[in-house]
């Protein structure tokens, strides 16, 4: 019989990749430390999840990491410079991370994928249900989606991960899930904001004639914790690594498991920072919207983008 679904309160942010694609800025520094704008873009990510309610936060990290951690601390030097200053908007920016959550910090080990990332964190998590949401991305009103899919979880009872319909020739660089069907229609799950549909099945990047649909994982989910025990079992798959969304299939065939997988397609706006071109559009995004340069910045974009465009294409 499956246990009744609990409040969601912990969350799991894997943040242990070398992040290649950004070398040598990635060199000396994590790539989630990064600054979009004026704040690091794990910040976003921990930001995302606080609004959400989940405060209980254990971030999976790797070796160089040490700065993520530094930045959700006190630095007492500076806060007492700030303060002796009378600067109080900047000592306030600087004390902002400490206070949104509490952070909680575990070294992956070996770099065996995101699935055995989440399954380093069954011991904080415990008989739980939790969040996990990708040190790489930020998605825009995220704090709305994470609600609402734990929202999902609690009135079901099922694992719930967000998707997104990408291009048919981009599937490959995602995990791709394929609605379950009633009389030839997807299994929907009514009375929420985004449409929800139950999964029958979930591949990590396939070729395009191989997918099951264009609809793409987002790096956001909240899962219901027998998910560590099918990680518990799960050898590894692509790439040699331990597939969460291999896991995630298992719960979705079998959801006497654990009470199934259910899909809710989101349709906002979601950047991958570990990717140069999406990380310029969070800036440009974000730096539109900020407070104090925004107006500025939207103004310059309109009288400059004529010259921005660069030569024709050939």
Known sequence: ML??????????????????????????????????????????????AAGAGLTDLLMVTGRNKTPLENHFDRVAELEETLAQRGDEEKLAAVRAPQELADMHYLRQGNPLGLGHAVLRAHQHVGNDSFGVLLGDDIIV??????????????????????VQEVPMEDVRSYGVVSPRLVDGEPERVDGFRWPCVRLAELVEKPEPEQAPSNLAVLGRYVLRPEVFDVLEQTAPGRGGEIQLTDALQVLAKNPDIGGGVIALVFDGRRYDTGNK?????????????????????????????????GPPEA
Do not use: C
Not at 17 to 28: D, E, I, S, V
Not at 154 to 160: D, H, L, R
Not at 280 to 309: C, F, M, T, Y
């Open 141 to 162: 009103g995220g704090d709305e989606l994470m609600r609402e899919m734990i929202r999902v979880h609690e009135a079901t009872g099922a694992s719930v991960i967000a």
């Open 3 to 48: 246990a009744m679904a609990r409040r969601v309160t912990k969350a799991v942010i894997p943040a242990a990749g070398l992040g290649t694609r950004f070398l040598p800025a990635t060199k000396a520094i994590p790539k989630e430390m990064l600054p979009v704008v004026d704040r690091p873009a794990i910040q976003y990510v921990v930001e995302e």
């Open 277 to 309: 071109l999406d990380y310029v559009k969070a800036n440009l995004e974000l730096a539109s919207q900020h407070p104090n340069i925004g107006a500025e910045l939207r103004a310059w974009l309109r009288e400059n983008i004529d010259q921005l465009a």
